[in-house]
């Protein structure tokens, strides 16, 4: 079983429903980017539970699945009914602390050039290829703080698309189904919006059979997101 508490646990950005002005902002910068040191570097993966620590997904640095793992004790901990949810809400923790680190990384090289914002990539949409250029270094300590906030709107709108707060009604849904039919998955607008399933072959399923429909499941996501 790959390690649960890999270094990007315990990463957090600011919150920007609470920062309220620029002296309040860069100490709270100043104090991430001490934590994390000057030559941070993002894990090569990453890993996410659900609430219950049953199910775990590992996705690597460009948000592809790696592997998903189940435990031998998962219907102790869930129950069949939960077991969709539990997944799907793995498979966000491991998106969640991507973008946290693909944030914090930019951050480090916005402090290194001079407080020149680098844009983080986008993991939630897996069809996305950002080549934006980055802005010319901030003149003064305002346009150091707007273009920060800039680059924490993004990071923000990264962690509400994730969490589907501001998902588009309007764009075309699509179901996917694992391979033996246990698991769907509805995704929209290049990500996954819910996962449900069969509960009947989920209850007598053992675990590496759901860990196999699991990983069908994500595979046949990517290849239709990128279709």
């Given at each position: 079983m790959p390690d649960r508490y890999g270094h990007d646990?315990?990463?957090?950005?600011?919150?920007l429903d609470v920062l309220g002005d620029s002296d309040k902002l860069q100490a709270e910068l100043r104090r991430e980017l001490?934590?994390?040191?000057?030559?941070y570097v993002p894990p090569p993966r990453h890993e996410g539970a659900d609430g219950s620590d049953s199910i775990w997904v590992t996705i690597d640095a460009e948000g592809h699945i790696e592997s998903v793992d189940i435990s031998r004790h998962w219907r102790d901990r869930l129950g069949s009914e939960r077991f969709p949810a539990a997944l799907h809400e793995a498979y966000t923790d491991a998106v969640r602390k991507?973008?946290?680190?693909?944030a914090l990384a930019a951050l480090v090289a916005q402090e290194q050039v001079g407080g020149q914002p680098v844009?983080?990539?986008?993991?939630?949409?897996?069809?996305?290829?950002q080549t934006d250029a980055a802005p010319e270094p901030p003149v003064d300590d305002?346009?150091?703080?707007?273009?920060?906030?800039?680059?924490l709107e993004?990071?923000?709108?990264?962690?509400r698309?994730?969490?589907h707060i501001s998902a588009d009604v309007h764009l075309r849904e699509q179901t996917v189904t694992s391979p033996q039919g246990y698991l769907r998955a509805r995704?929209?607008?290049?990500?996954?919006?819910d996962i449900t399933g069969d509960i009947q072959y989920i209850r007598s399923a053992n675990p590496e059979q759901l860990r196999m429909e699991a990983l069908g499941l994500f595979r046949t996501v990517a290849k239709v997101v990128e279709n």
């Open positions: 646990d315990d990463l957090r950005l600011p919150d001490a934590n994390v040191g000057d030559h991507l973008i946290n680190a693909n844009a983080p990539r986008d993991p939630t949409d897996v069809r996305s290829d305002q346009e150091w703080l707007n273009q920060t906030w800039r680059l993004d990071i923000d709108t990264q962690l698309r994730l969490h995704v929209r607008g290049g990500g996954i919006t």
